[in-house]
């Protein structure tokens, strides 16, 4: 069993900066990129940014492309997702997720289909 723990949400001003991070432990999920997700109130699940087991390829949506950044540490257990130039509709919980089937490329859905999945950390934007 593999469980993931969120940490580094907070309330922040437009324009500020917030910095995610995922710290996985149990089971490991050797060869498997890991990512973040967030859900803002009455929208589903949106995908955010992957990065692959060894880091070498990432991959963003395009509401947070050349804002955000996701890096993964040399054990590969922990994934950040550092969050500039942040906008009030960036306000969502955000949902670090391991196990994902991702090497490359884009990003699709097809990836999570056996994805483990953190608690959530609440992120808001604003004044």
């Known amino acids: 069993q593999v469980q993931l723990v969120e940490s580094g949400g907070g309330l922040v001003q437009p324009g500020g900066s917030l910095k995610l991070s995922c710290a996985a432990s149990g089971r490991t999920l050797s060869n498997y990129a890991m990512g973040w997700f967030r859900q803002a109130p009455g929208k589903e699940r949106e995908f955010v940014a992957i990065?692959?087991?060894?880091?070498?390829?990432?991959d963003y949506s395009d509401a947070v492309n050349g804002r955000f950044t996701v890096s993964r540490d040399g054990d590969q257990n922990t994934v950040t997702l550092q969050m500039n130039s942040l906008k009030p509709e960036d306000t969502a919980v955000y949902y670090c997720?391991?196990?994902?089937?991702?090497?490359?490329?884009?990003?699709?859905?097809?990836?999570?289909?056996?994805?483990?999945w953190g608690q959530g950390t609440q992120v808001t934007v604003s004044s």
């Open positions: 997720a391991a196990g994902i089937r991702y090497w490359r490329g884009r990003y699709n859905s097809n990836m999570i289909e056996r994805a483990v």
């Open positions: 990065i692959s087991w060894r880091g070498g390829d990432t």
